[in-house]
């Protein structure tokens, strides 16, 4: 076992170099100064003026904020705070040196900017600068609806769009709640220059929206998260209602049930991208679209309802989640409990050989043991990732639990190969067994009896983690009350019969199965990377989503699993090589 781990170790530490690297790879959210800057600009200008009390009340909030947001760690924070005693210190003296003042406020300013350029790196900045360029397009927009100029309209919009599009992962990034808002009303601006007749005040008013929550995001204003526990099934049953609405011809009900859908879609839509790139880009544009068609004088119902219902059904496969059958977790259980089976019935033929059956106590002691010593393992895990899931989010922890699991899969593969042949498992158990008797003490049958039950309970328990977010506690259940039943045959006809299980083909099937499982959980646990925003989403439109296997359109998941077969492929050959070169093994693989 140790050789094998040796020789798959660089691998395993290759997927998790992988997994990490991708984590680091979102941009982390600018922190925000531009009201420091606004308050020391108009500071400025009222020094210049003579107006001392507006400096003194400008700097007052500026200290308030700035304390609140400052890294202590940062020498440019220091000689920010250097540069703001200056200033406080002229306006304590109650003098109207306004010269003097004027340059400390200067001095203050070049401060905070090599501070914002120590906390935001260029790049950020850059990215920041494209967001305020949509506010002269949107005034661009805005001359165009004064003059009644309708033809230009769409050009308007779709200079903006472009902008936009090259701005909002920096706004998603650091606020879903400014990137929904701006969402909401870029597609309420789309609505009201596409319906017919153009409805220019609403175009006027939705731009006016579209303009505050850009500007909020500026400042720093808009709150980090939005309000409500939303997912796709709450789209999709405003979809729904939209689509009997229409039908019933309660046209002002749909139109109301598409807004809320367009509002909530910016919580949920990570789910879709990953799986339905097309799909994800027709939502965007065509429930505008279907709230266009209803908002015209000429309604259009028919058309906006096979437009809602074609979403609706697209939507609908995708809201059940990946998941696991019983099959799933009972494969699990049977693999460790089959391993742990086989130690076990081992130990107790070997005190039979010994003339020392009734000494089977002290192998079942330690078979108990162990069970009692994993319920506890289990209870424990479950308090503290029920503390973490406390204090992130679900789909995060969901994440790098599942890719915890893959590389201990990864390991017990390895260890699997390395005994699916019967010399291997044979020189396994030989050396359990001189173990035990080099300390001539029946404890110590007790003790592998137990380590060889808690290790596989341990396993276990880490692979029930991996899936638990994804099955449902009846399949859960009946796959383990499955598994029990099995083991329980297989273990009462070999500990009573003497029923010899064929070690090779039970060891390269496990084998193949753990692999299978494990490709499986590494795509889910990648996605629900994605999903928490915890690593970017590079969709490939040309590649299918595969439920089954747990196979996701994504560059990130492609990449990852790949290097996983990569892994298991190398794992194989190696095993292969070595065995080959052992003088009488090269039959047994």
């Given at each position: 076992?140790?050789?094998?781990?040796?020789?798959?170790?660089?691998?395993?530490?290759?997927?998790?170099?992988?997994?990490?690297?991708?984590?680091?790879?979102?941009?982390?959210?600018?922190?925000?100064?531009?009201?420091?800057?606004?308050?020391?600009?108009?500071?400025?200008?009222?020094?210049?003026?003579?107006?001392?009390?507006?400096?003194?009340?400008?700097?007052?909030?500026?200290?308030?904020?700035?304390?609140?947001?400052?890294?202590?760690?940062?020498?440019?924070?220091?000689?920010?705070?250097?540069?703001?005693?200056?200033?406080?210190?002229?306006?304590?003296?109650?003098?109207?040196?306004?010269?003097?003042?004027?340059?400390?406020?200067?001095?203050?300013?070049?401060?905070?900017?090599?501070?914002?350029?120590?906390?935001?790196?260029?790049?950020?900045?850059?990215?920041?600068?494209?967001?305020?360029?949509?506010?002269?397009?949107?005034?661009?927009?805005?001359?165009?609806?004064?003059?009644?100029?309708?033809?230009?309209?769409?050009?308007?919009?779709?200079?903006?769009?472009?902008?936009?599009?090259?701005?909002?992962?920096?706004?998603?990034?650091?606020?879903?709640?400014?990137?929904?808002?701006?969402?909401?009303?870029?597609?309420?601006?789309?609505?009201?220059?596409?319906?017919?007749?153009?409805?220019?005040?609403?175009?006027?008013?939705?731009?006016?929206?579209?303009?505050?929550?850009?500007?909020?995001?500026?400042?720093g204003k808009a709150p980090k998260k939005m309000e409500g526990n939303y997912s796709l099934n709450d789209v999709a049953a405003l979809l729904k209602k939209a689509e009997d609405g229409i039908s019933?011809?309660?046209?002002?009900?749909?139109?109301?049930?598409?807004?809320?859908?367009?509002?909530?879609?910016?919580?949920?839509?990570?789910?879709?991208?990953?799986?339905?790139?097309?799909?994800?880009?027709?939502?965007?544009?065509?429930?505008?679209?279907?709230?266009?068609?209803?908002?015209?004088e000429n309604i259009k119902a028919d058309k906006a309802k096979n437009i809602v219902s074609d979403l609706d059904k697209r939507l609908a496969p995708l809201l059940k989640k990946t998941d696991y059958?019983?099959w799933d977790a009972a494969l699990i259980l049977l693999r460790e409990g089959l391993e742990g089976l086989l130690i076990v019935a081992t130990l107790i033929a070997f005190l039979k050989k010994m003339?020392?059956?009734?000494?089977?106590?002290?192998?079942?002691?330690?078979?108990?043991?162990?069970?009692?010593?994993?319920?506890?393992?289990?209870?424990?895990?479950?308090?503290?990732?029920?503390?973490?899931?406390?204090?992130?989010?679900?789909?995060?922890?969901?994440?790098?639990?599942?890719?915890?699991?893959?590389?201990?899969?990864?390991?017990?593969?390895?260890?699997?190969?390395?005994?699916?042949?019967?010399?291997?498992?044979?020189?396994?158990?030989?050396?359990?067994?001189?173990?035990?008797?080099?300390?001539?003490?029946?404890?110590?049958?007790?003790?592998?009896?137990?380590?060889?039950?808690?290790?596989?309970?341990?396993?276990?328990?880490?692979?029930?983690?991996?899936?638990?977010?994804?099955?449902?506690?009846?399949?859960?259940?009946?796959?383990?009350?499955?598994?029990?039943?099995?083991?329980?045959?297989?273990?009462?006809?070999?500990?009573?019969?003497?029923?010899?299980?064929?070690?090779?083909?039970?060891?390269?099937?496990?084998?193949?199965?753990?692999?299978?499982?494990?490709?499986?959980?590494?795509?889910?646990?990648?996605?629900?990377?994605?999903?928490?925003?915890?690593?970017?989403?590079?969709?490939?439109?040309?590649?299918?989503?595969?439920?089954?296997?747990?196979?996701?359109?994504?560059?990130?998941?492609?990449?990852?699993?790949?290097?996983?077969?990569?892994?298991?492929?190398?794992?194989?050959?190696?095993?292969?090589?070595?065995?080959?070169?052992?003088?009488?093994?090269?039959?047994?693989?």
């Open positions: 076992m140790q050789r094998m781990i040796k020789f798959t170790k660089p691998f395993l530490i290759l997927i998790s170099l992988a997994v990490l690297f991708q984590l680091a790879h979102p941009t982390v959210a600018a922190e925000n100064h531009d009201e420091l800057f606004v308050l020391i600009g108009e500071s400025l200008m009222k020094a210049k003026a003579g107006d001392q009390a507006t400096v003194s009340k400008n700097m007052n909030q500026f200290a308030a904020e700035w304390n609140a947001i400052k890294d202590t760690d940062s020498k440019n924070a220091k000689t920010v705070d250097r540069q703001l005693e200056e200033v406080q210190g002229f306006l304590k003296k109650g003098q109207t040196d306004q010269e003097g003042l004027s340059k400390a406020l200067s001095s203050l300013s070049k401060a905070v900017v090599q501070y914002d350029k120590e906390m935001n790196p260029a790049d950020k900045a850059k990215t920041r600068e494209q967001v305020k360029q949509l506010l002269p397009l949107i005034q661009d927009f805005k001359a165009s609806i004064e003059n009644k100029n309708e033809v230009g309209l769409k050009a308007d919009y779709r200079a903006l769009l472009s902008q936009w599009t090259a701005a909002e992962k920096l706004v998603h990034d650091e606020s879903i709640t400014a990137y929904g808002n701006i969402e909401r009303s870029m597609a309420l601006v789309r609505i009201a220059i596409t319906q017919e007749p153009v409805d220019l005040n609403k175009a006027g008013q939705n731009l006016n929206d579209l303009q505050v929550e850009v500007e909020n995001f500026l400042a019933n011809e309660k046209y002002k009900s749909a139109i109301s049930d598409l807004n809320k859908a367009i509002t909530i879609w910016p919580m949920v839509e990570g789910d879709v991208q990953t799986r339905d790139s097309k799909l994800y880009s027709d939502i965007e544009t065509k429930i505008p679209l279907a709230i266009s068609l209803l908002s015209s059958s019983f003339g020392q059956a009734g000494k089977q106590k002290w192998i079942w002691a330690g078979v108990v043991a162990g069970i009692m010593a994993s319920a506890l393992l289990a209870m424990v895990i479950n308090m503290i990732f029920s503390k973490i899931t406390a204090a992130s989010s679900r789909e995060y922890i969901e994440g790098i639990t599942g890719v915890v699991a893959v590389v201990m899969m990864l390991t017990v593969g390895a260890w699997l190969h390395n005994k699916s042949s019967i010399g291997n498992w044979n020189k396994y158990i030989k050396d359990q067994m001189q173990q035990a008797i080099a300390k001539g003490s029946l404890l110590s049958f007790a003790l592998i009896s137990f380590l060889s039950v808690f290790r596989e309970g341990a396993e276990t328990i880490i692979f029930y983690a991996g899936i638990t977010p994804y099955i449902s506690l009846h399949e859960l259940a009946i796959g383990i009350v499955l598994a029990f039943v099995i083991l329980a045959i297989v273990g009462f006809a070999i500990i009573h019969y003497s029923v010899k299980i064929p070690i090779k083909l039970f060891f390269r099937t496990a084998t193949i199965l753990i692999y299978l499982l494990a490709f499986k959980i590494l795509g889910v646990s990648i996605h629900a990377l994605q999903i928490s925003n915890m690593l970017p989403t590079t969709t490939i439109p040309s590649m299918p989503f595969i439920d089954m296997i747990g196979f996701y359109p994504t560059l990130e998941t492609l990449v990852t699993q790949l290097l996983l077969l990569a892994v298991i492929a190398s794992i194989f050959l190696i095993a292969r090589k070595r065995n080959f070169s052992k003088p009488g093994m090269a039959n047994n693989i």
